[in-house]
């Protein structure tokens, strides 16, 4: 996993590597060719306008964009996440907002606010699986729509809920290659929740918030 700059991350997936940029939601993949031309173009021996040869070979992304000489410092502090109970009423508000944000918003601004810090105070005294009884509760009331992106917004709506809830959990993004695909889960003190590890270790982690 690499911090290329603000909102773009990328991970080397065997010899291939796949860039995720949350600005634009959208996920770029570079075969082993294009790989190591990127790699000249990132370590600045070769000019920029080696960003044409990547377009050339049909690579899919804004190379100007992308990768085009800005500030490399880190994404400014979150406020901690407002303090909530973890409830089932805060469970499925945490859905809504999730799923109204990202269609307002996008991508980057609904991850944002989903991976806030913590809520420094923890309101409910239940444990953490629990608190996630209550999500998988209110996920009765609440369709996500069920599509290819479910996994999404539904593992942004449960980080959000268990951030606000005071728990330290971790959002994790990540990729595989042949076929291309990806897929987007929560952990809390390294287990993932509504996943197993044996899925989630075949999966190449591009951003862990």
Known sequence: MLYLREYVYLVQVEDCAVVLDLEHDAYHFFDRQSFSLLQTLLSGVAP??????????????????????????????????????????????????????????????????????????????????????????????????????DCLLRSLSLQRFLRSAGYASEHVIGVKIYPFNAHAWVEYQGEPIFNDIATTSTYARILVG
């Open 48 to 149: 920029f306008d080696e960003a044409e040869s990547l377009e050339e070979l049909g690579v899919k992304c804004h190379a100007l964009n992308l990768f085009s000489d800005q500030p490399q410092g880190k994404c400014a502090p979150r406020p901690h996440a407002p303090c909530t109970g973890g409830g089932v009423c805060s469970a499925l508000t945490s859905m809504v907002k999730t799923s109204l944000l990202h269609r307002r918003a996008g991508l980057r601004t609904c991850w944002e606010v989903s991976n806030s810090p913590p809520a420094p105070v923890r309101r409910s005294l239940k444990s953490v699986d629990a608190t996630v009884r209550n999500f998988v509760q209110a996920e009765n009331l609440f369709d996500f729509g069920r599509y290819n992106e």
